[in-house]
């Protein structure tokens, strides 16, 4: 293969639309799969598709080195694209550059029309006019031809920005009660948690869930504000997103001496007791307990209508006792009594600093500039001359042509 086939190849349309729809794909899947969590989880959510999940890196798509080289090929492939077409495109912005009308195009000169009327209303409209030795020649708008090549530079600076921002981009994840504070001091300020509340509908399932927040710098300067799904808080150039929220349930365990040690569980973990040997797993707990026809239980909606622990007890890692507990229900298990006492939400917060934000805004701008350019300000030509009056346009035919017709109108002074 040679060096201008390859070439052709890298820029075609074809591998554009092939690299798109593979960038599609994963964005879907990204978007789908829970991202960043442990290998485990996906090897026992998905048995069959764990391992393939985690050698294809849809586990964290969206900074896996395949979906860079996707964002890389399309973005060679829109670059060899724009500057193939764009010679083209300048030649055309050229004043002395004029399309030539088709041979079967309508003839839009009308009788006892007065030619250089119809010259003045074009300048009045802003056509920049070029005399030749048939008649005279109008155009505007010449900026539209490269409306296609400032969008693919938009697109390009867009992809550029999310490239960069998924290499350099700081983020994290962490949990807070309420009255828990999170400091950033590479920041400059830190982040309190007032209160953490869920908005319910009327079936009882989850509407939204809030985070009251306040940010508190060194100097004594703080502002509060809250958070939601969909509605992220930006601290300087830091933004942090309600992405999740759970249960922690506080435990006390209580020895023959009546020393006491205590706990904060969230569903699925476990605390080691060290006197007794004893590990005590919280399988989880059940704001509004009901138990499915396999005796499992099952929580029917988030609201504390009906709240039940389900513990598990090991001792010396051997299982010792299962049990359904109420808030505040003793567990004997020989020298030994286990409470759960109550339970509070936390929330799950996602934060990213993303360094590509600028790119993303320059390029939405040229984007929609480009845009605007092709669809809204296209080239506009018309040919006059002593018996002919065509236009010449690649879009909105119809449209322009009944614009022609209207001023060949006004030069015969008479208006449809």
């Not at 890298?10 to 960043?36: D, E, K, M, N, W």
């Not at 476990?270 to 989880?284: A, E, K, M, R």
């Not at 759960?340 to 939400?345: A, I, N, R, V």
């Amino acid at each position: 293969m040679t060096i201008d086939k390859f070439i052709r190849r890298l820029t075609s349309l074809g591998l554009a639309i092939t690299l798109f729809i593979f960038i599609a794909a994963y964005s879907i899947i990204g978007t789908v799969l829970p991202q960043g969590l442990q290998r485990e989880f996906y090897i026992e959510s998905y048995p069959s598709l764990g391992s393939i999940i985690t050698t294809l890196q849809f586990d964290q798509v969206y900074s896996s080195w395949i979906f860079r080289i996707l964002l890389f090929l399309f973005i060679v492939n829109l670059s060899g694209c724009t500057l193939r077409i764009l010679p083209g495109q300048l030649k055309k912005m050229n004043k002395d550059h004029f399309p030539k009308p088709k041979l079967d195009g309508d003839n839009l000169r009308a009788e006892n029309m007065d030619l250089q009327k119809f010259r003045g209303i074009l300048e009045k409209k802003r056509y920049a006019i070029v005399e030749d030795e048939k008649g005279f020649k109008a155009s505007k708008h010449r900026i539209g031809n490269i409306g296609s090549s400032v969008t693919h530079l938009g697109i390009i600076i867009i992809i550029l920005g999310s490239f960069v921002g998924n290499i350099f981009a700081q983020e994290g994840f962490f949990n807070m009660l309420p009255g828990d504070i999170k400091g950033f001091p590479e920041y400059g300020f830190s982040l309190r948690l007032d209160d953490f509340r869920l908005g319910f509908r009327d079936n009882g399932t989850v509407d939204q869930y809030y985070s009251d927040v306040t940010v508190l710098r060194p100097g004594g300067e703080q502002f509060g504000d809250t958070m939601w799904v969909n509605n992220p808080l930006k601290v300087d150039k830091v933004d942090f997103f309600q992405t999740s929220y759970g249960w922690a349930s506080s435990l006390s365990i209580l020895g023959p001496d009546g020393d006491e040690e205590n706990g904060l569980l969230r569903n699925g973990e476990s605390y080691f007791y060290q006197p007794g040997h004893l590990t005590v797993y919280l399988y989880g707990y059940f704001p509004n307990m009901t138990l499915t026809s396999q005796g499992e239980p099952l929580t029917m909606t988030e609201q504390e209508l009906n709240p039940y622990y389900a513990v598990i007890l090991y001792e010396f890692g051997n299982h010792v006792a299962s049990e359904i507990l109420e808030p505040g229900q003793e567990l004997q298990y020989k020298d030994y009594t286990l409470i759960f006492q109550d339970s509070e939400l936390y929330t799950g917060i996602t934060y990213r600093r993303d360094f590509g934000y600028i790119f993303v805004m320059l390029g939405s701008f040229l984007m929609t500039l480009g845009l605007i350019f092709s669809f809204y300000f296209y080239p506009k030509h018309i040919q006059v001359e002593e018996n002919s009056i065509r236009t010449i346009t690649r879009q909105n035919t119809w449209g322009f042509d009944y614009q022609v017709k209207q001023m060949v109108q006004q030069s015969t002074g008479k208006e449809e």
